[in-house]
């Protein structure tokens, strides 16, 4: 099956089997290996993505579903020079260890500033609630979203 779609803002053409995961093409097809796979059943977050501007777990889609649409990874974050508000915050705040949640959670906190630019720390709590870090504990990522928030939660509003 042929499937167009964009990814990071670039469009993207490809034959696919569209029961393939949409985890699977982004790693392997397209080199973008940010996305990760930890439980690859839709419940750690690690694979989360944002399609068509809502968070999405990319090893529970099928390719077949993809055309059309519009795909953010962690690696289309930033303008290629230097790392978005969340990233940033992410590193300033020491909330990132292992880094198999890190592009997860950093997706998810994302679409959660686009939505609200300064959200409350229960906020924060509900909206990144389906990805699971086993090594930084939740405290440091908390911070850093609402840094993030505190920074420029407006630019972020604007975002994908």
């Known amino acids: 099956m042929q499937v167009e779609l964009i990814i990071n803002g670039e469009p993207a053409r490809a034959d696919v089997d569209p029961l393939a995961r949409l985890l699977d093409f982004l790693r392997e097809a397209r080199g973008l290996t940010g996305v990760k796979e930890g439980c690859g059943e839709g419940e750690c977050g690690a694979c989360s993505v944002i399609i068509d501007g809502d968070l999405a777990l990319c090893c529970l889609i099928p390719m077949g579903q993809m055309h059309g649409t519009s795909v953010l990874t962690v690696e289309g974050l930033g303008d290629g020079t230097r790392l978005s508000a969340i990233q940033e915050a992410m590193l300033t705040a020491g909330a990132a260890q292992c880094g198999i949640c890190t592009p997860g959670i950093v997706l998810a906190a994302h679409a959660l500033l686009a939505a ?14 389906g990805n699971l870090c086993r ?5 440091a990522i ?6 993030a928030a505190a920074a420029c939660g407006s630019e972020l509003s604007g975002g994908a």
Do not use: M
């Open 135 to 139: 090594c930084t504990g939740y405290g």
């Open 116 to 129: 609200r630019p300064h959200p409350t720390l229960d906020e924060v709590r509900e909206g990144l609630a």
């Open 142 to 147: 908390y911070r850093a979203v609402l840094q």
